[in-house]
T-cell receptor, first 110, second 115 residues
Framework: GIQVEQSPPDLILQEGANSTLRCNFSDSVNNLQWFHQNPWGQLINLFYIPSGTKQNGRLSATTVATERYSLLYISSSQTTDSGVYFCAAGGNTGGFKTIFGAGTRLFVKA | DTEVTQTPKHLVMGMTNKKSLKCEQHMGHRAMYWYKQKAKKPPELMFVYSYEKLSINESVPSRFSPECPNSSLLNLHLHALQPEDSALYLC??????????????FGQGTRLTVV
C-alpha cells in the first residue's frame, strides 16, 4: 500500500517566522489532504490538493504529483498555529484508502 | 455545511460492556470511515463504507463491529474490548465513487477509555 512520510517530525518557531512542511508519498495518488489537529483532537481541513497549488490566507500548499511530494507553507506564524499537521494520501483504490503520515508537531512561541 | 457529528464525545466502558459509537453526516456523502488514533500517533484506518456497503476492513478484530444503517449514519459497535483499545475514534465522510472529489471531513471524535 501507499506510504506517506512527513518531515520534520517536530518544529519550534518564533511567532512571525515562516516554515515549510514536507510530505512524500510512495505511489501515485488520487487524494492528498493537509490537516491541522487541534489539542482537542479535531482534524481541521486545510487543503485538498492532489496536484497544483492553493492558497488560503497565510497558508499555501503545493503538490507535485509526478515527483510524489507535497509542501505546506505557513507564513507569519502565530501561536494559534501550534498543533500537529498531518498529510494524508489515498492511492489507486479510488482514493478511499486514505493513509496518514506520522505528522509534524509544531510549536509557535510568543 | 461540512459537519460530521459523533456521539458520545467521551466514553468509559468496562471490558465486559457493550457500547456503540455513532456518526452522522448530512452532506450527501456516500463514503464513510472509521479511524482509530492512539496518543501521539496518526489516525489509522479501520473501516470504509461505500454506498452503505463495507468496502475496506483493515484486519480489525471482531470485537469492533461496524454498521451503516443508511447513507447518513455510521455506527461502531464495541464488545469485550481490552484496555489497549483505549483511543480517540474518528469518523469521516467523503463523496463516494463517481460523486467527485474524495476530500474527507472528520468528526470531533469519541475519546474511549476501557477499564
Amino acid at each position: 500500500g501507499i506510504q506517506v512520510e512527513q518531515s520534520p517530525p517536530d518544529l519550534i518557531l518564533q511567532e512571525g517566522a515562516n516554515s515549510t512542511l514536507r510530505c512524500n508519498f510512495s505511489d501515485s495518488v488520487n487524494n492528498l489532504q493537509w490537516f491541522h489537529q487541534n489539542p482537542w483532537g479535531q482534524l481541521i481541513n486545510l487543503f485538498y490538493i492532489p496536484s497544483g497549488t492553493k492558497q488560503n490566507g497565510r497558508l499555501s500548499a503545493t503538490t507535485v504529483a509526478t515527483e510524489r511530494y507535497s509542501l505546506l507553507y505557513i507564513s507569519s506564524s502565530q501561536t494559534t498555529d501550534s498543533g500537529v499537521y498531518f498529510c494524508a494520501a489515498g492511492g489507486n483504490t479510488g482514493g478511499f484508502k486514505t493513509i496518514f503520515g506520522a505528522g509534524t508537531r509544531l510549536f509557535v512561541k510568543a | 455545511d461540512t459537519e460530521v457529528t459523533q456521539t458520545p464525545k467521551h466514553l468509559v466502558m468496562g471490558m465486559t460492556n457493550k457500547k456503540s459509537l455513532k456518526c452522522e453526516q448530512h452532506m450527501g456523502h456516500r463514503a464513510m470511515y472509521w479511524y482509530k488514533q492512539k496518543a501521539k500517533k496518526p489516525p489509522e484506518l479501520m473501516f470504509v463504507y461505500s454506498y452503505e456497503k463495507l468496502s475496506i476492513n483493515e484486519s480489525v478484530p471482531s470485537r469492533f463491529s461496524p454498521e451503516c444503517p443508511n447513507s447518513s449514519l455510521l455506527n461502531l459497535h464495541l464488545h469485550a474490548l481490552q484496555p489497549e483499545d483505549s483511543a480517540l475514534y474518528l469518523c469521516a465522510s467523503s463523496q463516494g465513487p463517481g460523486q467527485g472529489s474524495t476530500e474527507a471531513f472528520f468528526g470531533q471524535g469519541t475519546r474511549l477509555t476501557v477499564v
